[in-house]
């Protein structure tokens, strides 16, 4: 008995040649609509939906697939005689193949301007329904919901005549997946919207945070253990990645990425790609233990460096210009964990295949973000989350991108061209160390770092510590807290180790007697009025 095919597309990418070819092989082909009239005027033997069930479509094609002939066709179990003479009873004809996608909502809702209306004309009914029949009876029924699929389906087809056991169960399992982000979709979009307030309005009023949030993500791949080696781990990526995330990442060489490498190089990454100059960051435990810009990748690497060598061994490095012989020379004369660039010059490669320890390496190449003006735009989530005690926090991610014009001058000195380069350099530094955070600044590098602390006094000591230990001084340096001084010690503390500006948010009820201090120890003091709490 020759197998049937269902064929009912939306976006029609690739159909009429996969259906030629399905035709060519001796499968009937049975459609519905647009997809119908395709493969017929294209010469193609079609039987409409329509004609199948005895039944026409109806209400503007919101009815044609819904009917025994078709739900039956696909659920009916081959093995059990009873599902067998129940359709041969009611005139039932299997169906060995589903070719569905479905309607574009998560595409509609996106447009600008879109309407509640367009969103819900946009909601597909027979196409998932027949779907998840289809997947439910994977062991008969191959289904296919994606373009990339048909030559998978039609390789296996011309070979042997059938899809295998093993690709239909994974055609059903991607199915599934396909139908949950779906909905899923559907859900946050509706869950969204204020229905009040969307009364009269051109297009309905969203929510950021809808009623019901459904996270959808891909497995990237198993990971070896977690934070720790008693925990188990695994790393996902966004269905829609963000171009030059670190998801669209390509390993080169080395060692499998483990959970800690993975999230000390998301780290160094969305720190280096904020910057428009050569640049280089060195991240230890998820914090930038040196960042430093330069005339190329191999300048910038070295000031980096130099902040704090004890740190950068067994650290992640990362850099948004390639990497070449010469800046591969000297990193690898360090232990270095995780090596990230947009490219490597051949040369580079090399030094990293030089020996057995080298090859260890894990190089990375990442594409920088395309830019523009969007987050997505600049390869950065649109939202953070944090998993806490059997729920989430969720926050619009930190974007904000601090600019000369939008800095607040509240010292009686004012500052310089080059402190004001440093001070900026200081604030972008700053956003990505974990609070409490200090950072000491001078010529486009790092001169002290102090993180994570519970006060800010011990985070700016630490910083001086190390500068120390580096051998730098901090003399006329630039320093940047995340959030404000509470108190006049925290600024003295600075000023004491050397730093000759500061910048700082503002906003604190002892502002003025901070501004005070810092007259009175002649310094300048900016006030960007943004904090940058890294928790």
């Not at 000390?264 to 960042?291: L, M, R, Y």
């Not at 350099?425 to 160390?433: D, G, L, Q």
């Not at 108190?487 to 502002?511: E, H, N, T």
């Amino acid at each position: 008995m020759a197998q049937t095919a269902l064929i009912s597309v939306s976006d029609k990418t690739g159909i009429l040649e996969f259906a030629q070819a399905l035709h060519a092989l001796g499968i009937k082909l049975l459609s519905t609509g647009g997809t119908a009239k395709l493969l017929a005027d294209a010469g193609l033997p079609v039987t409409e939906v329509a004609d199948h069930t005895g039944f026409p479509e109806m209400l503007d094609g919101r009815v044609k697939t819904l009917h025994p002939k078709i739900h039956g066709g696909l659920l009916a179990r081959r093995d059990l005689p009873a599902h067998v003479a129940a359709i041969k009873e009611h005139g039932i004809d299997t169906i060995d193949l589903l070719v569905v996608n479905l309607y574009p909502f998560e595409a509609t809702v996106a447009k600008a301007g879109c309407t509640l209306e367009d969103a819900i004309e946009n909601i597909d009914i027979g196409g998932p329904a027949m779907v998840r029949s289809a997947a439910k009876n994977w062991k008969d029924v191959g289904v296919l919901t994606d373009a990339s699929q048909y030559a998978v389906a039609l390789a296996e087809l011309q070979a042997g005549g059938k899809l295998s056991d093993k690709t239909r169960f994974a055609f059903s399992v991607a199915a599934f997946n396909r139908i949950a982000d779906y909905d899923g979709a559907i859900s946050d979009y509706l869950s969204a919207i204020d229905f009040d307030a969307s009364i009269g309005q051109p297009s309905p009023t969203r929510s950021m945070f809808p009623a019901q949030s459904n996270g959808r993500f891909v497995k990237v791949q198993d990971l070896r253990y977690g934070e720790n080696p008693h925990q188990q781990a695994a790393f996902y990526r966004d269905l829609y990645p963000a171009p030059g995330s670190l998801v669209s990442a390509k390993q080169l060489q080395g060692k499998e990425l483990s959970y800690n490498n993975i999230a000390d190089a998301d780290a160094a990454w969305e720190c280096v790609k904020s910057f428009d100059v050569p640049a280089c960051v060195i991240v230890k435990h998820a914090n930038p233990c040196g960042v430093a810009v330069g005339k190329d990748a191999a300048e910038a690497y070295a000031k980096a460096f130099k902040t704090d060598p004890t740190s950068a061994f067994g650290g992640i490095i990362a850099f948004n210009r390639p990497v070449d012989g010469e800046t591969a020379q000297a990193i690898a004369k360090q232990f270095v964990e995780v090596l990230m660039a947009p490219g490597y010059t051949p040369e580079a490669l090399a030094v990293f295949q030089a020996t057995k320890v080298k090859q260890n390496v894990r190089v990375l190449e990442i594409a920088l973000p395309p830019g523009g003006q969007t987050d997505w735009d600049n390869g950065r989530n649109f939202m953070d989350v944090k998993r806490v005690g059997s729920g989430l926090l969720m926050q619009t991610a930190d974007n904000h991108e601090l600019a000369a014009s939008d800095l607040k001058v509240v010292t009686k000195k004012q500052p310089t061209p080059e402190q004001l380069q440093d001070l900026l350099f200081a604030w972008k530094v700053a956003k990505y160390v974990k609070s409490n955070a200090i950072v000491f600044c001078a010529g486009g590098m790092t001169m002290g770092v102090g993180a994570g602390q519970m006060s800010r006094l011990d985070s700016a000591r630490i910083a001086s510590i190390k500068a120390e230990h580096a051998g730098l001084s901090l003399k006329g340096t630039a320093v940047a807290s995340d959030a404000f001084f509470p108190f006049r010690d925290g600024l003295d503390v600075v000023v004491d180790a050397g730093a000759s500006s500061v910048i700082q948010p503002g906003g604190s009820m002892r502002d003025q007697e901070v501004i005070d201090a810092a007259d009175e120890r002649g310094v300048v003091m900016v006030l960007s009025g943004v904090r940058h709490f890294r928790h």
